[in-house]
């Protein structure tokens, strides 16, 4: 057989999922195996390695068809030298991902953050399959996101490109801290947890609302309560999808995509989500840069990461 494979190695803090992918984008095979990070980053490279093994003895491929392995990290990483600096949720510190995995394996490895990855997955096997450029949001505990251009990740002069959750785009009067020390984050918003954070601002407010019964409460009930006609609910998601659709505004006359793909737990609300984005898109896009522009879900869900991994061979 001469068939190349890729594979893509999704990196989260409790699991690492390993998947099989061939030169289209098509997940063949998947693997998953514990992180076990409190090990340490060496370890966890000895782990992937083992767990990289496994997935193609268990496939119908041989080794000699291993084009190569990437991996989905996040924190922030020196990509060009595959070196992790530091994962926070990880708690790995100054790792040569790179080195070690190659010297274990024997072929090409290449790294990068896991939202960037998150996106190249999308593009080349999920939503933006044959679509050159397009940008892509995960929304979940915070907001990630990826930016594609001509078929490849943009990462930027450090590899800070695409950190979409951290446009400062909540006006000053309205916003509050976000995570990374600044103000007025879209993740503070349009996040599972900036949803949360409003729905808990609103029952402490003494606001007249279904989720002032639930404890603690979730995003997912914010959005159901929304479904069944709160107005507390339903103002909630509209602020989170107002500030999405803005920041698509404006990225919009910045790189001009063809479709933006949102993925993440929080993407999976549907219309009581997009259709008021979609809305937003429309009234502060100028017309040609919103002429042909598409936004859509994510298809691959948790596949993404492993996928967009493997994808970063080609």
Known sequence: MSEKIYIGVDVGGTTIKVGVCDAEGNLKHTYEGPTKSEEGGEAGMGRIAQYVRTIVEESPYAWEQVAGVGAGIAGFLDIPKGFIKFSNNLDWHNVPAKELLEAKLGVPVKINNDANVAALGEAWGGAGRGIA????????????????????????????????????????LEAVLCTCG???CLETVSSATGII???????????RTAISLINPITAKDVFDAAKAGDEVSLRIIKRAAYYLGRSMASIAVVVNPQRFILGG???KAGDILFDPIREIFKKYTPEHAQTGVDIVPATLGNDAGAVGAAGLLL
Do not use: F, W
């Not at 979940?140 to 800070?160: D, H, L």
């Not at 954070?197 to 606001?207: E, F, I, L, S, Y």
């Open 265 to 267: 737990g929080v993407s």
């Open 182 to 184: 600044q103000k007025g």
């Open 133 to 172: 450029n397009c940008v892509c949001y995960t929304l979940g505990t915070g907001v990630g996101g990826g930016i594609i251009i001509n078929g490849k990740i943009y990462e930027g002069v450090g590899g800070m490109a695409g950190e979409l959750g951290h446009m400062a785009i909540v006006p000053d």
């Open 197 to 207: 954070r409003m729905a808990n601002d609103a029952v402490a407010r003494g606001d």
